[in-house]
T-cell receptor, first 113, second 116 residues
Framework: GENVEQHPSTLSVQEGDSAVIKCTYSDSASNYFPWYKQELGKRPQLIIDIRSNVGEKKDQRIAVTLNKTAKHFSLHITETQPEDSAVYFCAATSSGGYQKVTFGTGTKLQVIP | NAGVMQNPRHLVRRRGQEARLRCSPVKGHSHVYWYRQLPEEGLKFMVYLQKENIIDESGMPKERFSAEFPKEGPSILRIQQVVRGDSAAYFC??????????????FGSGTQLSVL
């Protein structure tokens, strides 16, 4: 099955700086890579996703890049704000009959005002 | 557009009791996923169901745990004879068709199960 690794597990940045979270996946047939943000005590919410036919996608201060050859993808947050503080999960789909979403272990991002 | 509804929000059980967690997917969604989350940890896949069918239960313990998604009504995750190690947040997510086409997972607010 699919295996998703995520780094770092914790990340502290000063407000206004950029934050980068990296993930690798194992199944070369995976083709959909969403990112979820989970605030304390809340549900995970989709913030951005990318499909395997695209190398980069941007949405305001958030961008995701995908390197299919190396099987890794990254989340970039620019001009971080305190409200960006949360746990971020990457995910990848696995192949084989249906596409199951497998999550990384999460990155706890703290933005220091 | 009502989102995924889970209840109860918090559930307290004593060891040996049964826990029933309910999930009503987004209207029109026919696919339901259950995930378990321990404190400070990630989302662990448990089971994937379509209406009346279990598609993948590879993440669900073989004993004490069961799930269903009947033709009518919510999806139910049932844990029999709960133990302290079952204490966790259980999240349900739904999608209208297989993720990886044009659909995404929508999560409920979760049920926090505490076993005394």
């Amino acid at each position: 099955g699919e295996n998703v690794e995520q780094h770092p597990s914790t990340l502290s940045v000063q407000e206004g700086d950029s934050a980068v979270i990296k993930c690798t996946y194992s199944d070369s047939a995976s083709n959909y890579f969403p990112w979820y943000k989970q605030e304390l005590g809340k549900r995970p919410q989709l913030i951005i996703d990318i499909r395997s036919n695209v190398g980069e996608k941007k949405d305001q201060r958030i961008a995701v890049t995908l390197n299919k050859t190396a099987k890794h993808f990254s989340l970039h947050i620019t001009e971080t704000q305190p409200e960006d503080s949360a746990v971020y999960f990457c995910a990848a789909t696995s192949s084989g009959g249906y596409q199951k979403v497998t999550f990384g272990t999460g990155t706890k991002l703290q933005v220091i005002p | 557009n009502a989102g995924v509804m889970q209840n109860p929000r918090h559930l307290v059980r004593r060891r040996g009791q049964e826990a029933r967690l309910r999930c009503s997917p987004v209207k029109g969604h026919s696919h339901v996923y259950w995930y378990r989350q321990l404190p400070e940890e990630g989302l662990k896949f448990m089971v994937y169901l379509q209406k009346e069918n279990i598609i993948d239960e590879s993440g669900m313990p073989k004993e004490r745990f069961s799930a269903e998604f009947p033709k009518e009504g919510p999806s139910i995750l049932r844990i029999q004879q709960v133990v302290r190690g079952d204490s966790a947040a259980y999240f349900c997510a739904s999608s209208p068709s297989t993720v990886g086409t044009n659909e995404k997972l929508f999560f409920g607010s979760g049920t926090q199960l505490s076993v005394l």
